[in-house]
């Protein structure tokens, strides 16, 4: 069957929702497992399709919907991918099963609803990533809050409903401003859809006004300093499988949103604000590391962590190269399986000791070689060691960074160096030394279900950094097309001829 032929975007959107929808009628818990791992695998299949017709080297939209919805206000349900988006859809079904199959022996009480939340927050992230009606994409952005906002407060531990209320807050605050500048938009053009956007003259004045109403909330979102306060809160008292979607996807959902909206739609304030995101980005990057390097906290490490990766995407996004916002796109992925398989890897320590204190370890190669040999491979690819899928995107983001600003660059250098430091640091504090502490001493190795789990993600890691062009061919037409619309990166410090 030509899958080119059928509704496939809002197929990939609304198949999880159907299974959330069959949890409902009365069945076992292991039946409610099955259908979550399900409806996820063949999410992921549907997914695949996408690659499988796939139309090499073009940069525009593909398996485009359009259907109208409310023609009164000009309201319509529009959908569409390309390369900037396809690899964020493919990250998120990618991560779904896992979590779903993490979360297997995981949780123990109402997995109903816990199971109901996760398919919820899957369709939600992907409405997000493929709408091209603003109304229809803000929708989604609103839905995507609420399920994560539940998992957090119901399923977390410690101060879990202080920051979920936290989480909850900062995200509307930022979501007031984004429809307010929507709706105004639309009286200026008379269209709600993104590709009419495109094309309208926006009044350089609403341009200034608009950017900053998406930044604010997309910052927020990503979380961009001095806006990330939330962010550690939220990951520290997350379940596991929260924390793996809240860092894989929703984060990205602040950076692609940055990256849709406002380079092409406000381009003539660009030269205006891509200093402040730059300065904020490198900010963000040494702040991040340095914060992480004094935690004694695992998951808190790997929390501010974040901060400081995705302070990369921002500058690559802020130095308005091909090169930088191709590195940019590319980084969104890495940095949600990394991020993603750290997650799991404390999840999945916490499980057995009970405790994420750096200090409470030590040894824990001679007790549990498989999960330390994982732990490993996983810390160097978030920091970003050459053959790993976290080097090309951290390098591509330097080199065309490198472009506009030898300094800015050389910052960001200084911010791998950092994060080298605090994963290795913790990488010694969890695994070597004298095993000393007898819990330490019995614990069990990664079971089966476990290392399926995490064995597709590291083999993620290979593909993506050995052969990095399979995914480059696909996001640079898209990321060029974008360009055209943008014109010359602007002087943030100094031009390299």
Known sequence: MDLTSLPLLSFIIWLPLVGAL???????????KLIALVATLLDLLLALGLLLYWQNGEGGMQFQEFVPWLSALNISYSLGVDGISLYLVLLTVFLGPLVVLFSWRNIQQN?????ILLLLQQTAMLGVFLSLDLILF?????????PMYFLIGQWGSGRRVYAANKFL??????????????LVIYWQTGSFNWLDWRQASIPAGLQFWAFLAFALAFAVKVPL???????????VNAPTAGSVILAGVLLKMGTYGFIRFNLPLFPDVLSTFAPWLAALAIIGILYGALVALVQKDVKSLVAYSSVAHLGFVMLGVAALTSQ????AVLQNVNHGLSTGALFLLVGMLYDRRHTRLLADFGGLWKSVPVFSALFVIVAMSSAGLPGL??????????LGTFRVSPIWAALGTVGIIFAAWYLLTAARSLLFGPLDKPENQSLTDLNRRELWVLIPIV????????FPNLFLDKINPSVDELMQNVGQPPAIVQVID
Do not use: C, K
Request: without cysteine; aromatic residues 18%.
């Open 169 to 182: 807050l900062y995200t509307l605050a930022g979501s007031a401003f984004l429809l307010i500048a929507i």
């Open 459 to 466: 083999i993620m890691f290979f593909v993506i950094g050995l």
């Open 225 to 235: 300093f001095p806006l990330h306060t939330w962010l550690p809160d939220a990951h």
């Open 22 to 32: 069959l949890m409902l009628i009365s069945f076992s818990d292991r039946t409610i």
């Open 111 to 115: 997995l109903r609803s816990f199971m």
């Open 138 to 146: 803000f929708l989604f952005w609103e839905l995507s809050i609420i």
């Open 324 to 327: 930088s916002l191709s590195g």
């Open 389 to 398: 899928n976290g080097f090309i995107g951290e390098f591509t983001i330097l």
